[in-house]
């Protein structure tokens, strides 16, 4: 089986048993500012997505419909295929790194490592934010730059207006690419933003957005919970500082309860 960092929009992950960091090259730093000039569309992006999606789901273990995990996840969000506008197709990667992504096509992919420490308030939120960062068309921009680095534009290749074909190979490091890039903080607030409404609009627990940071934060820190479940989130530092921000809008809408210490399971959550 090929395998492919996993590293994406939400966390950033150590590689695990079924993972193996595909070499990036030279082409993963290779863009320049006449690159910046490619007209790329909505289609453009909904178009490569799908490719970095149908090239990662050959080259991961897929839960099939039978599996807790799809279970799990179908019972969560088999209403929410449609949401805001945004046609979506979930699956669960069956891998030990602790992840979640979404992308332009609306193809949602949370890992089985997450779903694992995750209560389902928490899965979804964390998957609320992802959906948030499709809606606020940010992976439109990480899937752009994650096709100039694949594609290798310089400034005699850019000079096309138009998207261009990618190899297997190219699709490969776009997909690593995407899966490797990091969103401004103003993206990620807006996320947690959506994140929040998309509970609270629904009548979930939105406190289940507070504990999803702190074990984020947890799992970002050092200490004997690092030698059983990957670190996470190391390039989101203010895991806690989110969560504070939550629960101050919780306790604003009068929807905050006190969810007490919070801590990282010690049996897996899907069952």
Known sequence: MKKILISALLISAVTGVQAQKINLGKAAGVVSKGASALTFSNADAIKLSKESVDYMDKNNPIAGPK?????????LFAKHKSQDGLNLNYKVYKVTDINAFAC??????????????????ELLAVIGHEIGHVKNEDT????????????AM???????????NLSETQVGKMANAFLDASHSKKQ???????????????????????????????????????????????????????AEAIKKK??????????????????????
Request: proline content about 4%.
């Open 67 to 75: 599996d807790p995990y799809t279970v799990r996840l179908n019972k």
């Open 104 to 121: 332009a096509d609306g193809s949602v992919r949370v890992f089985s490592s997450l779903m694992d420490i995750m209560t389902d308030d």
């Open 140 to 151: 439109k921009d990480g899937i752009k730059s994650a096709y100039l680095k694949a594609a």
């Open 154 to 164: 310089d400034a005699a290749s850019s000079a096309s207006s138009t998207v261009a």
């Open 188 to 242: 990620e607030n807006q996320a947690d933003d959506y994140s929040y409404d998309f509970m609270k609009s629904n009548k979930y627990n939105v406190v289940g957005a507070y504990t999803a940071f702190k074990k984020l934060a947890l799992l970002s820190e050092g200490g004997s919970p690092q030698s059983k479940f990957q670190k996470m989130f190391n390039s989101h530092p203010d895991s806690n500082k989110r």
């Open 250 to 271: 919780a306790e604003k809408d009068g929807l905050w309860k006190d969810p007490g210490t919070v801590s990282l399971p010690t049996a897996k959550l899907t069952k």
